[in-house]
């Protein structure tokens, strides 16, 4: 089992930005994908980032793309999300999940561990 607790949600004006965390425990992450993906209200849970085992390669959906940037500390089992240039429509809780694969896929089915989410809300 991996238990995943997202940290670094807050309010921030338009243009401001913010760094989540993703704080894993119980097995290392080291041989996990990781992702980040965000849930608004009324909506369904959408993609934003994934990275590889050793963050060799990254993934990002189009609405985010040159604005957030996905890292990964395997020492410290910890996931990043910097998230910079931030808009209104990037309020969302933010959720982190763990995938026992090598692949980078943006389903949410594919991923087999989540955290319990972050609210992220950006003024305008």
């Known amino acids: 089992q991996v238990q995943l607790v997202e940290s670094g949600g807050g309010l921030v004006q338009a243009g401001g930005s913010l760094r989540l965390s993703c704080a894993a425990s119980?097995?290392?992450?080291?041989?996990?994908?990781m992702g980040w993906f965000r849930q608004a209200p009324g909506k369904e849970r959408e993609f934003v980032s994934a990275i590889s085992w050793f963050g060799a390669n990254t993934y990002y959906a189009d609405s985010v793309k040159g604005r957030f940037t996905i890292s990964r500390d395997n020492a410290k089992n910890t996931v990043y999300l910097q998230m910079n240039s931030l808009k209104p429509e990037d309020t969302a809780v933010y959720y982190c999940a763990a995938m026992r694969r090598s692949s980078l896929v943006a389903t949410t089915s594919a991923y087999d561990y989540w955290g319990q989410g972050t609210q992220v809300t950006v003024s305008s």
């Open positions: 119980g097995r290392t992450i080291s041989n996990y994908a």
